[in-house]
Structures are given as structure tokens and as C-alpha cells.
């Protein structure tokens, strides 16, 4: 119940920090933190449906793991694609 | 439903194959790059007919389960009469543009390695790949993944120049794509909280009219929306679409779009074909029609062409929006005219794809062959480039839906679903973004086709073949209406989950 709730904060969070920072890298990490309440979510959601004798349901801790890698890649191309973006503003700007 | 049917191998060389290449073009690099893509277009294309042969043979969808695990636990991917239409038409775009940039994005002599050819036909093949995967995907958590790959895929070519201003469209088209990513993959949990599968077929069994179910549609739908561009969530797209090179616009406009606007209608239609809130549809169906009025006009109002082809398909999105209202079972008093506003909502995404893609690569052509593309500086440009200007022509009739074209099939389709379901406001929606649509193809093709100066300068010369590989792609637009309508059906009516149980009272 409490990590539910956690989790539903940290989606509130982000999307706030999403929609209303301007800065790209803000936004980047605000995404962060959405996609660490969804993932929160998905450990709920593991946890609560575990009935028969298992620690929790395997089947959403699965798909968390594969939602972890695509966050990252997208974090790490987001962040590359404002790093060039930099790189190609400061060459203008000489 | 859960075992594999015959032909269900092809599903898995439909998604691998493209796959396959992407991996075997990144080791070879280079120039080998562009022949793998070569050799994988007839071989993917002619894959994408045989799935389509087997389903209009049998009459009933094509399977395969993964490993043989049946769901819930298992992954299974399925093939219906919307899935094999929409592989057919991913073929045919995806050939045109390939024959359109290989002389763009040609390997260099006496280059071993350039950065953007490699890109471009690796992301091409990845592009395919993901939208094959979101064709046949049969389970939400697949459709996420396959979702985020075609993201991946396409934003990089967005910003395949290297310049400032694509990189910042690249940039706001990534964020919007995560955040709406985000929000589906929400959607999705609570979806498998509350039902514990996520396979369409046995969610559709399952799911119940009750809060969970509204916040995560809800929740889906509106990061499914952020990703298809529909208005108010549009911001990004006319910057991306014509930043890209002609040949990625293409791909982007008349294709990429389409994948997230696939998951809604798989949503709406596959998960929860009885419960879909009338009110909600409504409310899609408002955005759509204010998506086609604003695109519209602010395709008007733009003086360069290649943003007024991007803002025409934000205004061509917008069509696909009314699907919702009018082919939804919870309104409108007989089902046939649902049927028939689903099929034309198929056609309407179908033909725009087609016809988008020849006019954004009949736009570069013209911009190559100008060096600009101000329409202001267009006149006397019919006698320089004809059959570009044609093809602009003939792809432009498919967006206003004259006849023969697809566009007719699906806007007459749609209207006709609108007035016999008595929700006339959408056929006045519709007859207006016809005339606007009108409007701004007429704006490119006066000032081609009056006389203007005599020799208009050209700064590059382009070669016949792609006028015709363009000219070819837009006359399939206009084909696409002479397919008769009773065959037409079976897009609709094979594998919609539900249909036959909602058509009983």
C-alpha cells in the first residue's frame, strides 16, 4: 500500500517536472522519475498478486526488468542527443 | 485463439527478418549497408503478401505462439485482416522510399564509411521492423516494446543533418514520445494489476466497466495520442517532419504516426469493444475534428512546403480521430454503418500513408531540384518538373478526397457512417477539411502549373526514375479507391475480437 502510493508520487512528480521544466535535462530526469514510479508500480503489483506460495508474481517483475533497459536506452540517447545539440549551439556561437 | 494457426512462421520472419538485417548492416557497415536493405525488400515485401494471401484465404487470423507457451503465460502474435492490410501498405511505403533514396544516400566512391547513409538505411530496416512488430504484436507489453522501438528508430532520423534546429526537433519529438511511452507502460500495469493478463484476447474477456479500467485506457490513450500527434499534443511534429530529409519525412508522416494510432484503435476496438464510454469517443472525436480545422488552416498559412505537407498531416490525423465516435458499438443505432465508418477509417489510414509519402518525396524532389522550397518561388515549376508536380497533383486528390482515390473511399465512407448514424456534426467536419484540404494543395499547384517565367533556374537536375518511383507511389493512392468494397471487408471483419458477440443484443 505505502510503495503504491510512493510509486503513484514519484508519477505525479515527474509528470509535473516533465510538463513544466524548460531546461531538456530537467525533463530527462523528471522522466527518470516517472519511469521510477511505474517500476515502483509494477513491484506492487508483483507483490500483491504472489497467491500461490511464490514471493511475489514473476510475471511483472519480468516486464519491470525489460522496462528498466528501455528507460535507460532512452535516457542515454535522450542525454546524447542534448549533449550534440550543445556541441553543435557552441560551434555556432564562436 | 491460443494455439498457432499454419502459416504463423511467416509472423516471426515478418519481425525477425528486418531485425536480422539491422544487425547484419551495423556489422558489415558501410557501403554493404545499403545492398542488405536491397536484398531484404523483396524478400520482407513479398513475406508481408503471403500473410496477407493466408488470411483473406482462410478467413480467420494467423497465429503463432512463441516457444509454444500458450498465454497467459506465453507471448503470442496474431495476424488480422487490419494487421495484414497495414503490413501491405508498410511494404509498398517502405520499397518506394528505399528506391527513392538510394541514389540520396548512395554509398560514396573511394568513402569507406559516411555517417548519415549508414544511419539512414539501418534506422529504414529498424523502422519496418517495429512496425511489423506493432502489426502483429498480440499482447500490450509486446506492443510497448515494439512501441519504443520504432521510437528509437525514428527519432535519429529526424536530425539526420546534424543541425542545430533538427537536433532541438529531435529532442522535443524523444521527449514527448517518453512521456507518452510512460504513460501507456502506466496504463499497461494497472491493466495487469487488475486482470492479471495482457493479452488482448483474454483481456477483452475480462476487463469489466469499472474505475481501473477508465484510468488506464485513459492513461493509454492519452500518451498513445502525444505519440500519433493528434491536436492539442501536436507541438512536435510540423518541426520534426520537415526537418528530416525528404526520404525520412516520408517514412515519418505516412507511417511512423500510424504505429501509435494502431495501439489506440487495438485498444478501443480489440481490449474493450463493449465498454468504450460514448462520451470518451465523442471526446475523441472533438480533438480529431479540431485537429483537422486547425491543421488545415495552418497549412494555409505556411510558406514553405515542406511544413505545409507536415501541418496537412496533422489535419489527416484528425480523420483517423472520428473513427472513434463513429465506428464505436455503444452509439449509433445499426451496426452496419459502424462497419462501414471502421473500413473507411482503415482506408483513411491506409491511403494517407500511401499518399503522404509520395508528396513529402515529390516535396524533396522539388526542394533538390530548386534549391528551395518557398511556394512563392513555384511558378512556371510544372513545365521544369511535370511529373513530380503530377505526382504532388494525384497525392494531393487522395488528401481532399476526390474521386477515385482512397482518400474518397475513406472520407465518403466516414461520411456517410456520420450522417446515417444521425451525428451530423462530424460529416460538416469532414466536408470542411475537404474544401481546406483543397485549399492548400491548390495554393502548391497554381504557381506550379501558371506559366511564371520562362526557364525557371534549376540548381540540380533529378532523375527520372525517382519522378517515377514518386509518380508510382501516389497513382497507388489513387488506386487504392478502386478496390472494390466487398472484399474490403475482410479488413474489418476478421479477427475483431467481439465483433460477433456485440452485433447480439
Not at chain 2, 29 to 50: D, F, K
Not at chain 2, 134 to 153: C, H, K, S
Not at chain 2, 162 to 178: K, S
Not at chain 2, 361 to 371: R, S, T, V
Request: with cysteine.
Amino acid at each position: 500500500m505505502l510503495f503504491g502510493l510512493v510509486g503513484a508520487a514519484l508519477v505525479g512528480l515527474g509528470l509535473f517536472g516533465v510538463v513544466v521544466h524548460p531546461h531538456p535535462l530537467r525533463k530527462i530526469l523528471a522522466f527518470n522519475l516517472l519511469g521510477g514510479g511505474v517500476f515502483l508500480l509494477f513491484g506492487v503489483i508483483a507483490r500483491r498478486g504472489a497467491a500461490a506460495g511464490l514471493e511475489g508474481d514473476p510475471v511483472p517483475q519480468a516486464l519491470v526488468i525489460t522496462g528498466i533497459v528501455v528507460a535507460f536506452s532512452a535516457t542515454a540517447l535522450a542525454v546524447a542527443l542534448v549533449r550534440r545539440l550543445f556541441q553543435v549551439m557552441d560551434g555556432a556561437d564562436r | 485463439m491460443s494455439a498457432a494457426t499454419p502459416g504463423g512462421f511467416l509472423l516471426v520472419l515478418a519481425i525477425m527478418l528486418p531485425m536480422a538485417g539491422v544487425l547484419l548492416a551495423l556489422l558489415l557497415g558501410g557501403r554493404h549497408a545499403e545492398r542488405v536493405v536491397m536484398a531484404l525488400l523483396p524478400v520482407s515485401g513479398l513475406i508481408a503478401v503471403a500473410i496477407a494471401v493466408v488470411v483473406w484465404r482462410t478467413g480467420a487470423p494467423v497465429a503463432y505462439v512463441m516457444g509454444g507457451w500458450a498465454p497467459p503465460l506465453g507471448v503470442v502474435f496474431r495476424a488480422d485482416g487490419l494487421s495484414a492490410a497495414m503490413l501491405l501498405t508498410t511494404a509498398v511505403v517502405v520499397c518506394a522510399i528505399a528506391l527513392f533514396a538510394r541514389p540520396v544516400f548512395a554509398a560514396m566512391e573511394g568513402v569507406a564509411e559516411a555517417r548519415a547513409p549508414l544511419v539512414f538505411w539501418v534506422l529504414l530496416i529498424a523502422v519496418w521492423g517495429a512496425l511489423n512488430a506493432i502489426w502483429l504484436g498480440g499482447d500490450l507489453f509486446t506492443l510497448y516494446v515494439a512501441l519504443e522501438l520504432l521510437t528509437f528508430g525514428a527519432m535519429p532520423l529526424v536530425c539526420l543533418d546534424g543541425q542545430a534546429e533538427t537536433l532541438r526537433a529531435a529532442l522535443r519529438y524523444l521527449l514527448f514520445a517518453l512521456l507518452g511511452s510512460a504513460l501507456y507502460l502506466l496504463g499497461v500495469v494497472l491493466l495487469y494489476g487488475a486482470y492479471g493478463t495482457l493479452d488482448i484476447g483474454l483481456l477483452a474477456g475480462r476487463v469489466r466497466d469499472e474505475p481501473a479500467l477508465w484510468i488506464a485506457a485513459a492513461l493509454m490513450t492519452a500518451g498513445l495520442i502525444a505519440k500519433t500527434a493528434l491536436f492539442p499534443l501536436h507541438l512536435w511534429l510540423p518541426p520534426a517532419h520537415a526537418g528530416a530529409p525528404a526520404a525520412a519525412s516520408a517514412l515519418l508522416s505516412g507511417l511512423v504516426v500510424k504505429g501509435s494510432f494502431f495501439l489506440i484503435v487495438r485498444l478501443w476496438f480489440n481490449v474493450m469493444p463493449a465498454l468504450a464510454n460514448p462520451w470518451a469517443a465523442q471526446m475523441l472525436g472533438v480533438l480529431g475534428a479540431a485537429a483537422i480545422i486547425f491543421g488545415s488552416v495552418l497549412a494555409l498559412r505556411q510558406a514553405r512546403l515542406k511544413l505545409l505537407v507536415a501541418y496537412s498531416t496533422v489535419a489527416q490525423i484528425g480523420y483517423l480521430f472520428l473513427l472513434f465516435p463513429l465506428a464505436s458499438n455503444a452509439i449509433g443505432p445499426a451496426l452496419s454503418w459502424n462497419g462501414i465508418a471502421w473500413t473507411g477509417g482503415v482506408i483513411q489510414a491506409m491511403s494517407h500513408a500511401v499518399a503522404k509519402a509520395a508528396m513529402f518525396m515529390a516535396a524533396g524532389l522539388i526542394g533538390e531540384a530548386l534549391g528551395h522550397d518557398r511556394i512563392a518561388g513555384f511558378g512556371g515549376l510544372g513545365r521544369v518538373l511535370p511529373m513530380t508536380v503530377l505526382a504532388f497533383g494525384i497525392s494531393g486528390m487522395s488528401l481532399m478526397g476526390l474521386p477515385p482515390s482512397g482518400g474518397f473511399m475513406a472520407k465518403a465512407m466516414l461520411l456517410a457512417a456520420a450522417v446515417g448514424e444521425g451525428q451530423w456534426w462530424w460529416a460538416v467536419v469532414i466536408l470542411l477539411g475537404g474544401v481546406l484540404a483543397a485549399g492548400y494543395v491548390f495554393r502548391v499547384l497554381m504557381p506550379a502549373l501558371a506559366g511564371g517565367e520562362l526557364a525557371l533556374p534549376l540548381c540540380a537536375t533529378v532523375s527520372r526514375r525517382r519522378e517515377a518511383v514518386v509518380l508510382a507511389l501516389a497513382l497507388c493512392a489513387l488506386l487504392l479507391g478502386l478496390v472494390p468494397v466487398r472484399p474490403s471487408e475482410w479488413l474489418s471483419q476478421i479477427g475483431r475480437v467481439g465483433a460477433a458477440q456485440v452485433s447480439a443484443p
